[in-house]
């Protein structure tokens, strides 16, 4: 059965004669005639009675319309999925800070996987002021960034990850109930230092003590840091998805401040306006996921 036939059969119905909808197909009204015909001679029967001058819809024709009406939305809706695939890139372009890198994109590429099984990945690091560069002149598709709301992006949060202060097995602190700001002070630190303004919030702890906390190491990467803790240079404070896997094992155990209650890293992903909204809407996704998981 022809969907041309169908389609024409539709549009007259709906447009309410022949040559409005030749007007609507951008055909001819004879050719409009000639795919009512073929499909009269398809299914065996009329569609339209001619009453005078006046040509009017079948009682089969009447019983056949909800079915070609579907069949059409159907066609149509294929359709148009298989155009929507042929236009997705083959090759998505992802921007990520370097904690993004070690610690959300391990686990968001097999997700990503089964939504885009066809696509392939391109995936660079960089500062958030260089990523949300690269997403403006279309270097990357999208980033994952430190929270920011740039007036020409789309932004939304995607993980918020807090940080708080984490100690080696067996420290004398996890016999404690309570530890105060001035016995960490003490204690020799690993300080991961990742230059966001929520690391000045961690300093601003100690401002008030007589004395300098006691920083042994101090270190813009995360895995260095959390790797030191682990072997018991020190302790210190980390977000938590870079320590994670740790926690699990009990080898790092994070402890509560209220001095610190509150402080965290949030990521943002960004992406210009309307553009990879399939890309854009899976990894928000994701990260409601991952906001419910206990890391």
């Not at 590429?109 to 939504?115: E, N, S, V």
């Not at 560069?133 to 709301?149: P, Q, T, W």
Request: proline residues 5%; charged residues 20%.
């Amino acid at each position: 059965m022809n969907i041309e036939n169908i389609e024409a059969f539709v549009y007259v119905i709906h447009f309410g004669g022949f040559n409005k909808a030749a007007e609507a197909l951008f055909l001819s009204q004879p050719s409009v005639t000639a795919r009512i015909k073929s499909l009269e001679q398809e299914l065996n029967c009329k569609l339209f009675e001619r009453i005078g001058k006046q040509v009017q819809i079948s009682e089969d024709g009447k019983r056949f319309l909800p079915y070609a009406q579907q069949l059409l939305l159907v066609y149509k809706m294929g359709k148009l999925q298989i155009q929507h695939k042929k236009t997705m890139p083959n090759e998505y372009r992802i921007g990520c800070t370097v904690s993004a890198a070690n610690y959300v994109i391990p686990d968001l590429l097999p997700y990503l996987g089964d939504k885009f099984p066809s696509a392939s990945y391109k995936l660079v690091t960089g500062t958030t002021d260089d990523l949300i560069a690269k997403v403006l002149n279309k270097e990357v598709d999208i980033a994952f960034v430190r929270k920011s709301h740039h007036p020409s992006l789309h932004s939304v949060k995607f993980y918020v990850d807090p940080i708080l202060l984490y100690v080696y097995r067996d420290h004398p602190f996890l016999t404690q109930e309570r530890i105060t700001v001035e016995e960490v002070a003490q204690q020799p630190l690993v300080f991961f230092e990742c230059g966001s303004l929520d690391w000045l919030r961690i300093h601003r702890v100690f401002e008030s003590l007589e004395q300098p906390p006691n920083i042994r190491i101090q270190t813009d990467n995360s895995e260095m840091a959390r790797k030191l803790i682990c072997r018991k240079s020190g302790i210190g404070f980390m977000p938590g998805l870079s320590v994670r896997q740790e926690v699990a094992g009990g080898v790092l155990h994070p402890l509560q401040l209220p001095e610190t209650e509150g402080i965290a890293l949030q990521t943002n992903v960004v992406s210009l306006p309307g553009e990879h909204s399939e890309l854009f809407d899976a990894v928000a996704q994701f990260g409601k996921i991952i906001g419910t998981l206990d890391y």
